[in-house]
């Protein structure tokens, strides 16, 4: 048995910018992957006041030797906006950080969406390495390069790309995680299964229990698997121009259940969820896919315990805000449907009919 039998590592090949995601249980106290991922003598590191009081302690120690500071700011998606990213500025300067500093992100989504921009625009781009502590954070904001804050009228409407120089993956940290923000991180997780992985998405449906109980080895494979999905998509199209609006399976449904809410009630992950049902039913009633492979999608997420179905908000309003999201061009609105399980396609090409006939019946 090796010492460390999570240990993994995915690649990310983008040329030139090419960068290691290191997983595995107990890194953060791993002085030398911890040294050897971070570049730089000078190292701030950003987190919240929920997750500092677990983990800053441990990063910073783990950092033995190199010039650092930290900066510690309010928890939640409220505080991802420009006036917060200036605390990571002044920080930087009040440090007297030149441009050869590395930027560390310690938390979920939120942060690293911040630091990443904080890092993306500190002296026109410095070094940025992703601590992700959400399993979401894991397996798919900390990957990929997107950075950004939400202005008030829009979310993530102010951002760069800017690709980590490393992520480290620790999955011990997902011990302290709220059940419900794992539940959350799972929807992404189907998602790749679902929409190009139907190896992963069949292990997924034997082994979605295990990760529930937050197995070890099965929590290793499912944030491996995962980054090895994203990372492919995000090699080849790095900014979106085609393949990567794959990704955004159930989350053209799925945002309009955020914005309709007053992004509050649902967390990302659970409208995702409600989502992917809802494209699902969509492709069966398109005939693309049978509805057996409906209900074995929706039976799915049922047992990851998310929701399958969106709140009451009605088809007008649904219509409404999804018209608004970025995914409408042309004023066609283009959709993330399944070919099968375990295959999607981004598509402008359906009849109307289809579209009022899932929102009809999702009403009820
Ligand atoms: P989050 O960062 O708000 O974290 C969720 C909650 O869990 C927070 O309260 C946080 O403090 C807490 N938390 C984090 N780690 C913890 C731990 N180990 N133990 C205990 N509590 C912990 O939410 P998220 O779901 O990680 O990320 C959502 C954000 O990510 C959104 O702003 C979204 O826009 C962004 N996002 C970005 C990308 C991208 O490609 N850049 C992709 C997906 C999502
Ligand atoms: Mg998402």
């Not at 441990?58 to 510690?72: D, H, K």
């Not at 990567?244 to 659970?270: K, M, Q, S, V």
């Not at 009451?312 to 399980?341: C, E, N, S, T, W």
Request: aromatic letters at 6%; charged letters at 20%; proline letters at 5%.
């Amino acid at each position: 048995m090796p010492a460390n039998p999570e240990r993994r590592q995915v690649r990310v090949e983008l040329p030139g910018r090419a960068y290691p995601i290191e997983i595995g249980r107990g890194l953060l106290d791993d002085g030398a992957t911890v040294a050897g991922a971070v570049p730089g003598r000078q190292v701030l590191l950003v987190s919240n006041e929920t997750v500092a009081p677990h983990y800053l302690a441990r990063l910073e120690a783990a950092l033995e030797g190199r010039l650092t500071a930290s900066v510690v700011l309010p928890d939640g998606e409220a505080h991802k906006r420009l006036e917060t990213t200036m605390a990571v500025y002044d920080q930087l300067i009040d440090a007297g950080f030149d441009r050869g500093c590395t930027v560390v992100a310690l938390g979920g989504g939120v942060i690293g969406d911040l630091a990443g921009f904080a890092a993306a625009t500190y002296q026109r781009g410095v070094a940025f390495v992703q601590v992700p502590t959400t399993l979401l954070a894991m397996v798919d904001s900390s990957v990929g390069g997107k950075t950004g804050v939400n202005h008030p009228r829009g979310k993530n409407m102010i951002g760069a790309f800017h690709q980590p120089r490393a992520v480290i993956a620790d999955l011990a940290v997902l011990d302290t995680l709220p059940d419900r923000e794992l539940r959350a991180g799972l929807a992404e997780v189907i998602k790749y299964g679902l929409l190009g992985d139907p190896e992963f998405l069949a292990w997924l449906e034997a082994d979605i229990e295990r990760l529930l109980a937050r197995e070890p080895d099965a929590l290793a494979y499912a944030v491996e698997r995962s980054c090895r999905n994203k990372a492919a998509i995000v090699v080849e199209d790095e900014r979106e121009a085609g393949r990567r609006a794959l990704l955004n399976l159930g989350h053209t449904f799925g945002h309009a259940i955020e914005a309709a809410t007053g992004y509050g009630p649902w967390l990302h992950g659970e409208a995702i969820a409600a989502g992917q049902c809802m494209a699902a039913w969509m492709s069966a009633e398109l005939g693309w896919i049978t509805p057996a492979d409906y209900e074995r999608v929706a039976a799915l997420f049922a047992r990851a315990g998310l929701p399958t179905r969106p709140p009451g908000i009605g088809g007008a309003a649904f219509r409404r805000h999804m018209a608004v999201d970025k995914k409408a061009r042309d004023g066609q609105l283009r959709l993330v449907l399944l070919r099968r399980p375990g295959e999607a396609v981004v598509t402008g090409d359906y009849p109307a009919t289809a579209l009022t006939a899932t929102l009809a019946h999702f009403e009820a």
